[in-house]
């Protein structure tokens, strides 16, 4: 009998050492930490003024929350946030109510107020944001109303990005360099020119993050990047060059992922300086664009586009036979305009592959024009391009959604001026009914496709390198926003 107790007492021992070895194993296979290579840097952490969709990647959503947001894993799917529900909207269309959460804090600590909201609303939606005044107030202390001169269809889908983000009205911290806001994740660190850390945010008002640390590290060449990958500095890679994909043919320790979005690959004529400032010779660059061409050379993150709105947003329609390809057309457009040889210089951020903008150039020498290439740092395109608007064509990615309202707006850099578009899109954001909303943004984006403002390349669906230890990394939208709150990492 005592052997018989002993081998129970044996078995119980070695089954309880399983057990521990097992629940060992399992804490030690989830892992804490996550490493995210980006394209972009931000050039400062200012989100309130400063450009670059690097800003929306890593602070929204995972560090500054608004009253509403995008439901994880969609393109425009709004639900709220901050506020307890969606607003109660008048039926003027012009009242929005909102009733705060409770319970939420900053992460310095400070409690979220009906005055912050205030106070970052107010700044935000200034007359140039929303199409004309715009009162806030705080009835009480828990709920906040937002009151408009004239309606805005697309109030909500602003308070669900930039310029819904509430910032705390009292805090020290300065915003270029460091960032407070109510998210799942806390700023950590930045060292620039090299990677931004964030931490998660143990006293988070909602379900915690099952990440503990967040790295981005900011790699703007492709190969470099792919390295990384492959020897275990990185967990995720975002937007892969598609050059590059074969680079992972028969790697699994990786998947591929292709995220639906609204991103749009733009060459911009600058409509405001000569030769460009001639709708003919816009036409002509357009139509000597074989966009079928370029979009075969993106191994399938490339969809046919005929103007600045994708298949994802409201207004939607299929404008591809606007200004097509047709060489010959194309010459006879230049010709008409006197610009035989006409020669053009393309500023480019330096992160794209040149194989794609060497095609550009050559479909356009086809047709008689000479373009001189100027592969810049991003930095640089910020100064030169968006802000200075000293350029006279130039291929970028516009990555955010619903950013028609760019068209409408003749400080944009595109230096495009249309009254007939300006009223157009002011009545749409005036329409209270969608369907009427739709189809004068509809009117608005056929005008912009005749005017060619810019040849709208291919929307482009990137595809982002995912380590197969990594769960929950999101699928829409991904080179504008990344919300972490459900990734999770294992092995």
């Known amino acids: 009998m005592p052997f018989v107790i002993g081998g129970i007492v044996l078995v119980v021992a070695i089954v309880a050492t399983a057990i521990a070895l097992s629940v060992s194993g399992t804490a030690s296979a989830a892992k804490e930490e996550i490493s995210i290579g980006l394209v972009n840097e931000p050039q400062n952490l200012d989100i309130r003024s400063t450009a670059g969709v690097a800003l929306d990647q890593i602070l929204i959503d995972n560090v500054y929350q608004g009253l509403v947001g995008l439901k994880p894993g969609t393109v425009d799917q709004i639900v709220p946030v901050l506020a307890e529900r969606m607003p109660e909207v008048s039926s003027d269309g012009r009242t929005y109510d909102f009733a705060l959460r409770d319970g939420v804090a900053f992460h ?6 009906a005055q912050d909201v205030v106070a970052s609303l107010t700044a935000a939606l200034t007359p140039e944001v929303v199409g004309g005044a715009a009162t806030v107030t705080a009835p009480d202390a828990r709920s906040v109303r937002v009151v408009l001169a004239e309606p805005n269809s697309q109030l909500l889908w602003l308070l669900a990005n930039r310029p819904g983000l509430i910032l705390e009205a009292k805090a020290k911290n300065r915003l270029s360099n460091s960032a407070n806001g109510t998210g799942p994740f806390r700023f950590e660190q930045w060292k620039q020119g090299d990677s931004l850390t964030l931490v998660r945010n143990d006293d988070y008002w909602g379900d915690a993050a099952n990440l503990k640390t967040v790295v981005f590290r900011f790699i703007p060449d492709g190969r470099a990047a792919v390295s990384a990958l ?16 074969s680079e992972f043919d028969g790697n699994h320790d990786f998947r591929l992922e292709r995220a639906d979005g609204t991103d749009v690959f733009t060459l911009a004529f600058n409509s405001a300086k000569p030769p460009l ?11 000597a664009i074989d966009t079928k061409a370029l979009i075969a050379t993106q191994h399938g993150d490339g969809k046919q586009i005929g103007g600045p709105i994708t298949r994802l947003e409201p207004g939607y329609q299929d404008l591809s036979a606007v200004n097509a390809y047709d060489p010959s057309a194309a010459r006879k457009l230049l010709a008409e305009a006197g610009q035989q040889n006409l020669s053009l210089t393309l500023t480019a951020p330096n992160f794209y592959d040149q194989s794609t903008i060497d095609l550009i150039s050559t479909q356009l020498a086809d047709v008689g024009v000479s373009v001189k290439v100027k592969r810049v740092e991003f930095a640089t395109w910020l100064e030169q391009v968006y802000t200075n608007h000293d350029y006279q064509l130039s291929y970028v990615d516009h990555a955010e959604a619903r950013d028609f309202g760019n068209y409408a707006n003749p400080g944009y850099y595109f230096g495009y001026d249309s009254a007939k578009v300006q009223q157009l ?3 749409s954001l005036r329409a209270t009914d969608p369907t009427t909303a739709n189809e004068l943004l509809s009117a608005a984006e056929k005008q912009v496709a005749a005017d060619a403002p810019a040849k709208w390349l291919y929307n482009y669906t990137p595809t982002n390198v995912i380590s197969t230890k990594v769960t929950g990394f999101p699928r829409a939208n991904t080179n504008s926003r990344l919300n972490l709150e459900g990734v999770s990492i294992h092995g």
Request: net charge negative.
């Open 277 to 287: 400032n001639d709708l003919r010779v816009r036409e002509a660059l357009s139509r």
């Open 230 to 245: 492959k020897e275990g500095d990185l967990d995720v890679h975002a937007a892969l060059l598609p050059s590059l994909r």
């Open 108 to 113: 310095d600590g400070a409690k979220l107020t």
């Open 425 to 427: 899109y002011a009545e």
